[in-house]
């Protein structure tokens, strides 16, 4: 790793006054409560639980919700007026109601787009990449198969687009998903049974942390991208085989990312395979955020870390980041696809990807792989790996804990506080600049933070003023941690 690559610690004083910060919140919601319940006078007056029935929500989510996410809940759900180019159309919100609910005013604000997954910026032109293509497979096939493709949903052009990702990650055989998400939450339970060990990264992935509670395996956790760690776990596993019983396992499969996508950080793959080997676990890669992204032709992180795919015992990738599409794949041998596509549900049961939407993707990867005669895949690639150090510099330069490594399109900001969540999202729109920002419980209560995500779109003088609003908000709400453990 180089000094850009080592994440920043969390100074002592800043968890203090985060935690102090949800303190209070949590406090006066509580307070709030008390006085609607005894006044009447509350915005959640309709909220309340009908007689006779169980109430529908945990309370302390109902709480939550009521007391902390509505405070800030304009910073997410925004709604488009344009597609998720470099630069697009923020519809503007108000409320009448404290937040509790918004509506869209008719107007519209231009923003320079730093959070979208258009990394090789096929949204910007996708009229010159794509276009040709995708309208003639509108006048070729249907919209939908309207089946799933065990029934009569199977269609030519998905056999071909498997085909071609295959090819393209080095695998013998791939299979196509309708959804991203849906990918993990059903491959995963149909390579799992009973008697089996998933081994999961700490900071999976949703999709991959329900796949892995989908089976009936047990499920271990080693530290976030820590190869030492992951030896220890499995080596306490192989030596005490299942519990109760102690029998050894049926199997043990290791799951990780290519990007980890609230980090940036990229998977430490050599060392992990070379323990899975050491070992006789299974690997299995997810590449939502690596695949088209990392690598000199864009072919993820086995291409960019140096580690042949025929190591690697299933590839997962989505086609949403990098491709302008949707759905997802698994590549694998011969047999784990065949086993999949007679046990996944996803496959199974789902509606089969849109033909036209297969066509958009693989146009897309003939474009990264140079096989439309020309050499803008190439440019995308490079511009995407330029912009992201640019970028990530930039944000180390002014002095703002900045996580992940150099190469990763991913560039999270810690901004710790949730009154400063919010205000940074807020700020930046003002100044034309639309980010997206996350916190609890999408990441532990002290380490919210904004996620950009870079683009092969991006010019170098888009950077310069996303730099220079950033700057500016840094300085005003204070976010410079490097400098003080209050961000002044």
């Not at 109760?244 to 990780?256: E, G, L, S």
Request: hydrophobic letters at 40%; aromatic letters at 8%.
């Amino acid at each position: 790793m180089t000094a850009h690559d080592k994440d920043p610690e969390l100074r002592f004083v800043t968890a203090i006054f985060t935690y102090i910060s949800y303190f209070v919140l949590i406090m006066l919601g509580h307070i709030r409560d008390i006085c609607g319940s005894l006044t009447g006078n509350t915005r959640y007056r309709g909220a309340a639980t009908r007689k006779g029935y169980a109430e529908l929500f945990k309370s302390w989510e109902s709480f939550y919700t009521r007391r902390l996410y509505h405070r800030l809940q304009d910073c997410w759900n925004r709604p488009l007026s344009s597609g998720p180019g470099v630069h697009f159309d923020v519809m503007e919100r108000d409320t009448n109601d404290g937040n509790r609910t918004l509506f869209t005013t008719g107007k519209s604000t231009r923003c320079l787009n730093l959070g979208s997954y258009n990394y090789l910026g096929f949204a910007d032109d996708w009229k010159e990449t794509c276009r040709d293509d995708v309208v003639q497979a509108v006048q070729d096939w249907p919209t939908s198969m309207s089946s799933s493709r065990m029934v009569v949903g199977n269609a030519a052009i998905h056999e071909e687009l498997e085909d071609l990702v295959a090819r393209f990650v080095g695998k013998e055989s791939a299979m196509v998903f309708a959804m991203g998400y849906g990918t993990n939450a059903t491959a995963i339970p149909a390579l799992m049974g009973p008697g089996s060990l998933i081994i999961s990264d700490s900071l999976n992935h949703t999709s991959i942390i329900n796949g892995a509670r989908n089976t009936p395996s047990q499920i271990r956790v080693f530290r976030h991208n820590d190869p030492a760690h992951l030896e220890e776990v499995l080596k306490e596993a192989v030596i005490k085989g299942q519990p109760r019983h102690h029998r050894p396992w049926t199997k043990i499969m290791v799951v990780v990312e290519g990007i980890y996508s609230m980090e940036g950080a990229v998977c430490r793959l050599p060392l992990i395979v070379e323990i899975c080997k050491r070992y006789k676990a299974y690997i299995y890669v997810d590449e939502a955020h690596s695949i088209g992204a990392l690598g000199k032709t864009g072919r993820g992180v086995c291409e960019y870390t140096g580690v042949n795919p025929a190591d690697i015992d299933i590839l997962m990738g989505t086609f949403t980041k990098s491709f302008s599409g949707m759905g997802g794949y698994i590549a694998a041998s011969k047999d784990v696809i065949a086993h999949l596509r007679r046990h996944s549900p996803g496959v199974m049961y789902h509606n089969s990807l849109s033909p036209v939407v297969s066509q958009q993707i693989l146009t897309a990867f003939k474009v990264i792989m140079g096989e439309d005669g020309t050499d803008v895949g190439h440019k995308k690639l490079t511009a995407l790996q330029e912009n992201s150090n640019y970028f990530r510099s930039e944000m180390i330069r002014l002095g703002l804990h900045v996580m992940g490594h150099m190469d990763s399109p991913i560039i999270p900001i810690m901004i710790y506080m949730p009154a400063k969540l919010a205000a940074f999202s807020r700020e930046c729109l003002k100044r034309g600049v639309a980010v997206v920002v996350v916190g609890f419980p999408a990441t532990s209560v002290v380490l919210s933070r904004a996620r950009f995500c870079i683009s092969a779109g991006h010019t170098k003088a888009d950077l310069d003023e996303a730099v220079r609003v950033i700057d500016e908000v840094a300085d005003l709400i204070g976010l410079k941690y490097s400098h003080s453990g209050l961000g002044f």
